[in-house]
């Protein structure tokens, strides 16, 4: 199946996201869509999908006008989407959320029934070893094994084309790499891709063809044979380092002390267990492991959001643990959460509000305890411009900004006030190329302005350009503490836990 897009023109208000877009996808092909935070891929997306209404333009399938009312009619045209944020239902199984997907359906496909959806998650995961089971719980599945159970809903209503939108912003190297095996087997028989990311290796590894779009329109197309310097120009407009450019570390007096720290989960297994370090005012210690090895924990464990069963933390020779969470972060803590919208965001707010959630009784936005409208909106512009938050204005919600804008909103209110500590999970997962350069800079500044900094990030690249030193997590233990240089080999066999077996 063929799909044209044609002069497609979508208008949020006054705002026009998506400017007389072209784009052609052919059958058996994978077509990425690049294009800087907020240049409207996800709208063009849902335009596609039947979502939005197109204010102009046409869809073309085989060449005939689509006329899509909505997904239904879009997914019985043999369309399938996986949304940037995921749309399953925690509590069901797996084959009860294929099934869910497929009431929008009109027409035969609505007939599904438990037994059948069963029957083909069965079938898909099989086909193309996907290793999922029908009757796990979806909420009790990997981010990695949930990623896959969407792709499953999306097959199942055999879509011939799929619509990938930033698969891989949550998902671990290794499950990143599977995912980009599974596009190249259903690009190979057949169904056609449309892959939106961020990150260039993947375009390169699997592309057809790439259209990249900036501020709403197409700038133009690369060949895959493109480099990631030439695609990240095409992005962005300008010029791009891929490479973190920081001065030598000038560490000063321990400002974090972490001391036999343990976490243990609701069966009393730890996650955490017994970890000690140390980080210095003016360093950063960037975390690696595989995701699930107790990073989580460790971050929340620090900030009192977890109860500790033992351990201790102090920051600047105080004692944090047993504090209220509150009182912690007032401390001088910045917190960026691994999950923006489930720990960053308020999405019905405004991004003004959500640039002060937890200090809006402090200076200088309330004076007597009383809030000032004025300063508070004032800040909120100097915030979005000088980490280049695409919107509207101030007074939008944070739920309307494109993913990479509102994990810009979590940076920007945590980055904003002066920190002893900042504590940062996964900080440019979803950001563009030009966007992850400025949130680089900006916690080297930190750094440098003489934070302790502790960054957590399952991009081995992002750790080694940011760590003065390194600490390896395996099986809720540091494994060691090793200098950035160290190789990746090295990296990559610690974080497997090779160390150890070696001790066992
Ligand atoms: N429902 C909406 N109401 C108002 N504005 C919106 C809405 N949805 C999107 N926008 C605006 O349209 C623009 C394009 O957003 P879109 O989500 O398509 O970006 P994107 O290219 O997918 O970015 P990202 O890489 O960050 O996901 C953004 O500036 C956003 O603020
Ligand atoms: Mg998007």
Redesign the pocket.
């Known amino acids: 199946m063929r799909l044209e897009l044609r002069g497609v023109t979508?208008r949020?208000?006054d705002?026009t996201?998506?400017d007389k877009i072209d784009l052609i996808v052919e059958p058996g092909s994978v077509h990425a869509?690049l294009?800087?935070?907020?240049?409207?891929?996800?709208?063009?997306?849902?335009v596609l999908f039947g979502l939005?209404d197109a204010d102009e333009g046409e869809i073309l399938v085989d060449g005939e006008p689509a006329g899509f009312k909505g997904p239904g009619d879009a997914m019985a045209a043999g369309i399938g989407m996986v949304h940037?944020h995921f749309m399953l239902v925690h509590p069901f199984t797996v084959a009860e959320n294929v099934m869910l997907g497929h009431e929008e359906v009109r027409g035969p496909a609505k007939l599904l029934d438990l037994g059948n959806a069963r029957k083909r998650v069965k079938e898909i995961s099989d086909r193309f070893g996907f290793h999922v089971d029908p009757d796990a719980v979806v909420e009790d599945l990997s981010v990695g094994a949930q990623q896959r159970v969407e792709i499953i809903k999306a097959l199942s209503q055999r879509a011939e084309i799929l619509i990938l939108?930033?698969p891989t912003a949550v998902l671990t190297p290794q499950e990143t790499d599977e995912l980009l095996a599974i596009v190249k087997q259903l690009r190979d028989s057949g169904t056609a891709v449309v892959l939106?990311t961020?990150k260039l290796r993947e375009v390169q590894a699997v592309a057809d063809h790439i259209t990249v779009?900036r501020r709403?329109k197409v700038v133009g197309t690369a060949l895959p044979t493109a480099s990631q310097e030439e695609l990240a120009s095409l992005m962005v407009g300008r010029d791009v380092s891929m490479t973190v450019d920081k001065p030598e570390a000038k560490p000063g007096d321990v400002m974090l002390e972490v001391e036999s720290l343990t976490v243990l989960d609701e069966f009393d297994h730890p996650q955490l267990r017994n970890v000690s370090f140390n980080v210095r005012a003016g360093e950063i210690l960037a975390v690696a492991g595989v995701q699930g090895n107790g990073q989580t924990e460790l971050t929340e464990a620090i900030l009192g959001v977890v109860p500790t069963a033992a351990g201790t933390v102090k920051l600047d020779g105080e004692v944090l643990t047993g504090k209220k969470i509150k009182d912690t972060l007032m401390s001088g803590i910045g917190f960026v959460p691994e999950d923006r919208t489930e720990d960053g965001l308020v999405a019905g707010f405004s991004i003004a509000n959500n640039l002060i959630l937890d200090i809006y009784d402090q200076a200088p936005y309330s004076k007597g305890g009383v809030l000032r409208p004025s300063v508070v909106v004032s800040e909120a512009e100097k915030n979005v411009e000088q980490f280049d938050v695409?919107?509207?204005g101030v007074h939008?919600?944070a739920?309307?900004?494109?993913?990479?804008?509102?994990?810009k909103v979590v940076l920007a209110r945590e980055l904003s006030r002066p920190l002893k500590l900042l504590i940062a999970s996964q900080p440019t997962r979803?950001?563009?190329v030009g966007s992850i350069e400025f949130v680089h800079k900006r916690i080297v500044q930190e750094r440098d302005n003489g934070a302790a900094v502790i960054i957590v990030s399952s991009e081995l690249d992002e750790v080694v350009a940011l760590a003065d030193r390194i600490a390896v997590m395996y099986h809720g233990k540091i494994v060691d503490i090793v200098p950035p240089d160290t190789d990746r080999d090295t990296l990559g066999l610690m974080m497997a836990g090779a160390h150890e077996e070696d001790a066992a």
């Not at 294009?35 to 849902?46: D, F, R």
């Not at 739920?399 to 994990?407: F, H, I, K, R, T």
């Open positions: 979508k949020f208000g705002f996201a998506n869509l294009g800087e935070n907020g240049a409207g891929k996800s709208t063009l997306m849902n939005y940037q939108d930033e939106i961020h779009i709403g695409r919107t509207t939008a919600t739920g309307s900004l494109s993913g990479g804008n509102q994990q979803g950001l563009d």
